[in-house]
């Protein structure tokens, strides 16, 4: 009797594992194929370094800036000058967040990043002027 309960506890704890790890295996292989179709479309409002980031409209809110004079990302230096300000209000130790905290260091991120493609896209765009 007493193998009787144990097959049953092996067999239902096995179905268990499997059907989890099944759909575990599903849903890694759907974020795979969002991050591919995000990455081939070229926008990463949503995927910043394979993990969770924020949007570019949210890490303005985050930081409080605004695009500057028509640029599509603020100076580094008002970047820097905001997280630094933030990052330092939010220290646990001081009795801030350390959510806030890791919010403010996405948004940073997030706009840096933006800044490194506009940088890049300028200077591709120089290239093709002085090669024509």
Do not use: C, W
């Amino acid at each position: 009797m007493a193998h009787r309960i144990i097959a049953q506890i092996v067999l239902v704890g096995s179905r268990v594992v499997g059907r989890a790890f099944v759909e575990a295996y599903k849903q890694a292989q759907a974020s795979a194929k969002y991050q591919k179709a995000a990455a081939a479309a070229g926008t990463s409002g949503v995927i910043l370094n394979g993990r969770g980031g924020v949007t570019l409209d949210e890490a303005y809110k985050i930081l409080n800036l605004k695009p500057e004079g028509g640029a599509a990302v603020p100076s580094a230096e008002a970047i820097a000058e905001r997280y630094k300000t933030l990052f330092e209000r939010n220290d646990p130790k001081k009795g801030g967040s350390f959510y806030l905290q890791s919010k403010v260091y996405r948004a940073r991120e997030r706009l840096e990043a933006e800044a490194k493609k506009a940088a890049d896209k300028a200077k591709q765009q120089q290239q093709q002027q002085t090669a024509s």
